[in-house]
Nanobody
Framework: QVQLVESGGGLVQAGGSLRLSCEASGRTFSQYAMGWFRQVPGKERGFVAGISRSGLRTDYEDSVKGRFTISRDNAKNMVYLQMNSLEPEDTAVYYC?????????????????WGQGTQVTVSS
């Protein structure tokens, strides 16, 4: 069991940066692979980035490669998403999620726990 709370969203101009944080409760945070997803009205919730339980492996959706970095600090029960060179197309509600597997998975339906989401808006 884990509970997740995102923070760090806001308004930023194109080309700017934001760092999202996800704080997890529970004793077994290191047993979960973690992911960041985003959703805009009328579209499915889509994969952005994932990180393995140890933090040694990461995976990114193609459009954010080289711009976004996912990381975790298991000692602090935290997951982060550093977002640089933001574009208007990145505007969405961003969610962190936990998956009880040893893999990094891209399908949102396979994740067990979700945060409440945080809004990111990028202006042109």
């Amino acid at each position: 069991q884990v509970q997740l709370v995102e923070s760090g969203g806001g308004l930023v101009q194109a080309g700017g940066s934001l760092r999202l944080s996800c704080e997890a409760s529970g004793r077994t945070f290191s047993q979960y692979a973690m992911g960041w997803f985003r959703q805009v009205p009328g579209k499915e919730r889509g994969f952005v980035a994932g990180i393995s339980r140890s933090g040694l492996r990461t995976d990114y959706e193609d459009s954010v490669k080289g711009r976004f970095t996912i990381s975790r600090d298991n000692a602090k029960n935290m997951v982060y998403l550093q977002m640089n060179s933001l574009e208007p197309e990145d505007t969405a509600v961003y969610y962190c999620a936990a998956d009880e597997t040893v893999f990094i998975r891209r399908n949102s339906r396979q994740y067990d726990y979700w945060g409440q989401g945080t809004q990111v808006t990028v202006s042109s």
